[in-house]
Each structure stands twice: as structure tokens, then as C-alpha cells.
């Protein structure tokens, strides 16, 4: 395989992804049209300014079909790219590749979509040492792909999942009784990072006394931010949530937060417009 990620199976993901497109029957338009032995010989292009995310995968998919597929990267991921861009060249065996096309295309337009957005996002608020980072607001079964388009972007990682962190939020301050009551379980349970939400001031004085280590600042505005961030006092990282959007984005970094969480960098990236283009001999 050409694409390696952490917790990620590259090869049950071509699998399923493959049959999900071909079914029992196969590629039946190729397999009418196209002579066995005909050759293909193909460049996928970006059409606007990219960041590439998700090209090994798409190597991966060319040769799950024809593994005898001459293919070359042009381009790397996470690096910008202007339209026009060669990303990579392949060469084979006209079926398999055109039976393949799709899936190849499908994977690195969505990947690089979010990575294009994110880099937008991460480019609003250079030099004001606020870090972008991404949510768990991802499609069932590609977090850890579109988390890998975002790192691609320039931003960091959030949580992976509801395992590697406690996020107490409203509903579970309600169920347990208030924010010091909830973190304070959290401490109990051994949990090292414990972040709380909170939407109001007066919360956190209670979340830092009771041992919270991150504080989520939902759906503050800027002059609500800038007086939660100089209660906090550094104390602990501070992290601000909630319906930020590229027009919001740099008004908030200002405000002195260590960290701006955005879902649409996955909920609503649009696909990247990219291609595959046959060769004129």
C-alpha cells in the first residue's frame, strides 16, 4: 500500500470501497467497450488552487485494479498547488484504471477539499498564535481520513474520538448536577484531560477549582471571549467554539485564545474540482 495512516486500513477501505462501485457485475461499459489489452494512459489534474490531500490513496486504488499500473506522484499532500496542476500520472490497462477512476477521484476530491478549506482558515489567522483545530463532526467511517485532510490544511487534531479525552458539555453538567460536580467525577475517574464546555462566565471559576484542564468557550462573542481568556489567567488552554465561520475567524483569534475549533472544516468542505485526463499520444 502507498497510503499508511495510524488506526486506518488502507486495504479493507480500497475493498469496500471498490465493491460498493462495481458490485457483481464489474465495470459493464469498460468490459462492452474497451478491447482487454487497451492501454490507458492518464493524468489527474486539479482544475483550481489545492491543497492535495489523499494522492497515495488514489495510487492505491489504480493498483488494486491493475497492479502492474506505471504511476507517478507529481504533486505531495498538504503542499498548495495552483489550477491547472499535474498531480499524478498513470499508465495501464484501460479497464482496470477506468473501472478505478471514480473511486480515485472521489477520495482525493473530498480529502483535498477539506484540506483546501482548512488552509483558508489557518491563513485567517496567522500571526496570531491561536491554533486551528477540527471536530469530531465527521462522516461515519472517514475520521481518520478527513482528520488527515485537515492536518493537511494546517490544522490540529481535536479529540479522535470519545476515548482519548473527556468533553463535559451542557447536557452532562445538567445530568450531574452542575460543572464542579461533573469535573469533579472526571478527576475521580483518573481522566488526564478534562475539557469543559462552558457558555456563560460565572462557569468558570468552578470548572479551573475543580480540575478542568481545557476550557471550551461556546458561542461567545469576541468581548465575551477576550474577558473569559483574562479570567483563565493561562491557567489552562482555552479554546473557543461555536458557529465560527472565515468571516469570524480573525476577530476571535485576537481575543488571546490558545485554540478555535471549526466543524465545517469537515461537515461542509466542498469537493475539490479534479480530473483525470487521457494523454494524447
Do not use: C
Not at 458539555?169 to 469533579?184: I, L, M, P, R, S
Amino acid at each position: 500500500m502507498t497510503f499508511e495512516l495510524d488506526g486506518f486500513d488502507t486495504d479493507a477501505f480500497i475493498r469496500s470501497t471498490l465493491a460498493e462501485d462495481l458490485g457483481e457485475g464489474g465495470d459493464i461499459t469498460s468490459r462492452a467497450v474497451i478491447p482487454p489489452d487497451a492501454r490507458f494512459d492518464g493524468t489527474m489534474v486539479s482544475r483550481d488552487a489545492i491543497v492535495p490531500a489523499g494522492l497515495g490513496l488514489a495510487v492505491d486504488f489504480f493498483r488494486r485494479l491493475d497492479p502492474a499500473a506505471d504511476i507517478a506522484l507529481l504533486a505531495q499532500d498538504g503542499v498548495p498547488v495552483v489550477a491547472g496542476t499535474r498531480l499524478l500520472q498513470v499508465t495501464g490497462l484501460a479497464q482496470a484504471l477506468l473501472a478505478a477512476e471514480r473511486s480515485a477521484l472521489n477520495i482525493v476530491q473530498h480529502l483535498s477539499g477539506i484540506a483546501t478549506l482548512t488552509r483558508t482558515y489557518v491563513d485567517a489567522i496567522a500571526g496570531s498564535g491561536a491554533i486551528l483545530l477540527d471536530t469530531r463532526k465527521t462522516i461515519p467511517g472517514l475520521r481518520r481520513l478527513e482528520k488527515y485532510a485537515t492536518r493537511m490544511g494546517g490544522a490540529r487534531n481535536h479529540r479522535m474520538g470519545l476515548w482519548d479525552s473527556a468533553m463535559i458539555k451542557d447536557n452532562h453538567v445538567a445530568v450531574a448536577g452542575g460543572v464542579g460536580e461533573a469535573v469533579g467525577r472526571a478527576v475521580k475517574a483518573g481522566i488526564a484531560r478534562i475539557i469543559v464546555e462552558v457558555d456563560r462566565l460565572d462557569q468558570i471559576p468552578p470548572a479551573i477549582d475543580a480540575g478542568a484542564t481545557w476550557l471550551l468557550l461556546d458561542n461567545m462573542e469576541p468581548p465575551m471571549l477576550r474577558e473569559a481568556v483574562k479570567m483563565i489567567d493561562g491557567r489552562v488552554a482555552s479554546e473557543a467554539s461555536g458557529g465560527v465561520r472565515l468571516d469570524t475567524i480573525q476577530a476571535i483569534a485576537q481575543t488571546g485564545v490558545t485554540y478555535i475549533s471549526v466543524g465545517r472544516l469537515t461537515q461542509s468542505a466542498p469537493a475539490a474540482d479534479i480530473g483525470l485526463d487521457l494523454v494524447e499520444s
